[in-house]
């Protein structure tokens, strides 16, 4: 390929070259711009199936490897942390403890419903003692079992005397909660039988909020090590509960079957640049032009993460992406627990008066502002990529540590799940070049919805939110 140009064009893929530049600052320039493209590769493939999308949506655009490896009875927690993950606000997704099902739950129970009468007020508070009486003891329960979980693993390895958190909770746990679910329960029929009926639709939105019934297990990691390493390795992971989304298994199924189909026939998603194109920075404005993309060349050994810029003064740096199919799926919060009518009602209060009144639930950054979406998916990328000197020596020394190497949203291999490599020595530098196979599919882009809140900055006590 010709690197003469900033872009140039294969036929089967999307293909980056950039030229050596010597200024670090340039560098940096260099690899927001590489970003960019890609984003601009992405949001015209979105474009063509909403033509409007951006008025709607925000993409974030993944700094390491998350894989789509949902199955009917199993969730790996990489992808479920993209799902209920709170993004950081900023153009490009990273693993995160702040979760959305929880900044949800904080702002039910924020809601302050009418106090029809004293009788209804006592009722209101035998409501919530009776709740918190619950969630505290599920909460010790939780503690409880993970502790004992953890001890489990460390004394076993093998795996074959644990005990799955379902029989746990069965022997240790579930007598006590059942006798304060049921107090909680009775406490809320009270309570709502006392309120005018639209009152009581929104005080069983408010409980759903809290419905552990509606809770999934789903596989985490042990400890916070493990989830910044963001490994593909969860052979160690603990079972722990999450509110559920929503996910069509058989929309994997019906990407697989078609990108095997374009593997038969050595077909690959063809996204091609003119060699005049130039990057827009139309992405990192819509996210008010807050965060960085950060390098594109990324190596994760354990908890240490090591960066590298597209461009060094050493050499030119190629980078082609391919892959064999692409599919926007949805991805949503589950209606058994969140329900898009009590933020609809609510958004602008009124509040219980212990809530802080500057506290920002849909602005820029706020807790709420966008709603987890759809995900895009790629069936068994590809990259290849011809190194620097520092690039090719950060990628065999990440290898061998039995690390993760990333280029940009692609996985290149390592920890990071299922590839077929295969690499050489160019002259200072070298050569990667990285296959997915079997059925691997991983997340290149994430979409929130944008909840379109509008309040005064004058609370009302009883009004319904703008939605734009």
């Not at 990324?298 to 082609?320: H, L, N, P």
């Amino acid at each position: 390929m010709n690197c003469r140009s900033y872009v140039s064009i294969t036929a089967s893929a999307l293909t980056i070259c950039v030229l050596a530049m010597p200024s670090s600052s340039l560098a940096q320039d260099a690899d927001e711009a590489v970003w960019a493209m890609t984003y601009d590769k992405i949001a015209a493939y979105l474009r063509g199936r909403d033509s409007r999308f951006e008025d709607r949506y925000l993409v974030q655009l993944p700094t390491v490897p998350v894989f789509a490896n949902w199955t009917d009875k199993a969730q790996l927690f990489s992808f479920y942390s993209v799902a209920d993950g709170r993004p950081v606000w900023g153009p490009t997704w990273a693993p995160t403890t702040a979760l959305f099902s929880e900044a949800y739950q904080e702002f039910v129970d924020a809601i302050q419903l009418p106090q029809v009468s004293p009788a209804s007020a006592q009722l209101e508070r035998d409501y919530t003692h009776a709740s918190d009486n619950y969630a505290n003891e599920l909460d010790r329960q939780r503690s409880n079992w993970l502790q004992f979980d953890q001890r489990q693993r460390k004394n076993d390895k093998s795996g074959k005397t644990w005990l799955t958190r379902s029989a746990w909770y069965s022997t240790y746990a579930n007598s006590r909660l059942l006798v304060l679910r049921n107090a909680k329960n009775a406490a809320l029929s009270n309570y709502v039988s006392s309120l005018p009926a639209t009152y009581r639709t929104h005080a069983r939105w408010i409980e759903a909020a809290h419905n552990d019934a509606a809770m999934i297990d789903v596989r985490m990691p042990s400890t916070a090590e493990d989830m910044n390493a963001d490994s593909a390795d969860a052979t160690s992971w603990r079972v722990d509960t999450r509110y559920p989304y929503v996910f069509n298994v058989q929309d994997l199924k019906t990407l697989r079957d078609e990108g095997e189909a374009a593997a038969l026939a050595n077909k690959w998603t063809e996204w091609t640049f003119s060699s005049s194109a130039v990057s827009s920075d139309k992405h990192k404005k819509s996210w008010g032009g807050r965060g960085s993309y950060g390098k594109f060349f990324r190596a994760r050994v354990g908890v240490s993460k090591t960066e590298e810029s597209v461009t060094t003064a050493e050499a030119a740096t190629k980078i082609v992406f391919g892959f064999r199919a692409i599919a926007q799926v949805p991805l949503n919060p589950a209606n058994t627990w969140y329900k898009r009518s009590l933020i609809n009602a609510y958004a602008c209060g009124p509040f219980k008066p212990s809530v802080d009144a500057n506290k920002n639930w849909f602005g820029a950054d706020g807790a709420l502002s966008v709603v987890p979406s759809s995900v895009v998916l790629a069936f068994r990328p590809k990259v290849h990529a011809e190194l620097s000197k520092s690039q090719y020596e950060l990628y065999e020394k990440t290898l061998s540590a039995n690390g993760g190497f990333s280029v940009g949203p692609f996985a290149v291999g390592g920890r990071y799940g299922d590839f077929r490599r295969k690499e050489s020595k160019v002259g200072n530098g070298g050569t990667v070049d990285s296959e997915g196979i079997g059925s691997t599919i991983v997340v290149i882009a994430v979409l929130y919805e944008k909840l379109g809140v509008e309040c005064s900055k004058t609370r009302p006590t009883n009004a319904a939110a703008t939605l734009r």
